[in-house]
């Protein structure tokens, strides 16, 4: 193996440490702020629990947080369950207009947030189905498919047929092999899918703010409104919470399905 000069792996670390600082220190320092007692980030830094009180006292915040983890839970697993099943159709049959099927899953990832809320609004208007949290979820239901369908595609496109044939030669039924062989072995690709139309759905600002009716809103449209009238910690209390959760979940999501590999 070649080795990079010292003065060339020493410039690539200081890079990469850029790059991380760069992602990560604004996160610490909305977390330290959380933390401290003045509510415009006066310095010194005084420490209290205050503003996390002040977040279990706060009614909007809270049902919001609760409404966007229903409805990205909700989500997840119908993106997940329809994705994972439009994939191995994709995978394993060979019929009219596959490629034109397949190209268009590319479109709504590129196509602004904006006109899809636009475009959803007038369609559940014209349909009847509305606003609320049930048009929401539906909202975030297209919106993530594409994501899990092309990540779970991607692990099927290393996936060898020949472990199905054997399977099927042995005896099993089509369940039993797609139960037994194929789903163990993609695992990681259903995972990594659920967790994109996990974090589609959560983060997501734009569709949920044109489906969104008075008192039935999601954490980012709550904290859009609350910003507007007047910054609080309160924010930063709830999005430390979030963000804490998110990485931990991530962490142990990567570590049980070796994402990484071994090491």
């Known amino acids: 193996m070649i080795r990079a000069p ?12 850029l790059v991380l600082a760069f ?28 503003w996390y009180v002040a977040l279990a006292q706060n009614d909007g915040l809270i049902d919001a947080t609760i409404n966007s983890l229903e409805i990205a839970v909700l989500t997840t697993i119908i993106a997940t369950a329809l994705g994972t099943a439009a994939s191995l159709a994709l995978f394993r049959y060979d019929f009219a ?18 006109i899809s809320g636009t475009a959803m609004l007038i369609f559940f208007f014209g349909t009847g189905i509305g606003r609320g949290l049930h048009a929401i979820l539906l909202g975030h239901v297209a919106l993530a498919l594409p994501y899990v369908i092309i990540v779970v595609s991607a692990r ?3 996936f060898s047929k020949d472990l199905e044939d054997a399977a099927a030669s042995l005896g099993a039924t089509g369940w039993q092999t797609t139960r037994k062989v194929t789903l163990p072995c993609i695992a990681p690709g259903i995972v990594a899918g659920g967790l994109f139309a996990f974090a589609v759905s959560f983060d997501q600002f734009v569709v949920s703010y044109f489906l969104a009716t008075p008192g039935q809103t999601t954490l980012p449209v709550e904290i859009y409104a ?29 570590r049980f399905f070796r994402f990484g590999g071994d090491q």
């Open 23 to 50: 992602l990560y220190l604004p996160l610490v320092i909305m977390a330290a702020m959380s933390f401290n007692v003045s509510p415009f980030y006066q310095l010194p830094f005084e420490g209290t629990t205050e």
């Open 6 to 17: 010292a003065f060339l792996s020493g410039l690539g670390r200081f890079y990469i440490g």
């Open 156 to 158: 099927l496109a290393t």
């Open 226 to 254: 609350a910003i507007r009238k007047g910054f609080t910690p309160e924010i930063n209390a709830v999005s430390t919470i979030i963000i804490v959760f998110s990485m931990s979940l991530m962490l142990v999501v990567s």
């Open 97 to 114: 207009g596959k490629r034109i099927l397949q190209a268009l899953l590319f479109p709504p990832i590129a196509i602004p947030w904006l």
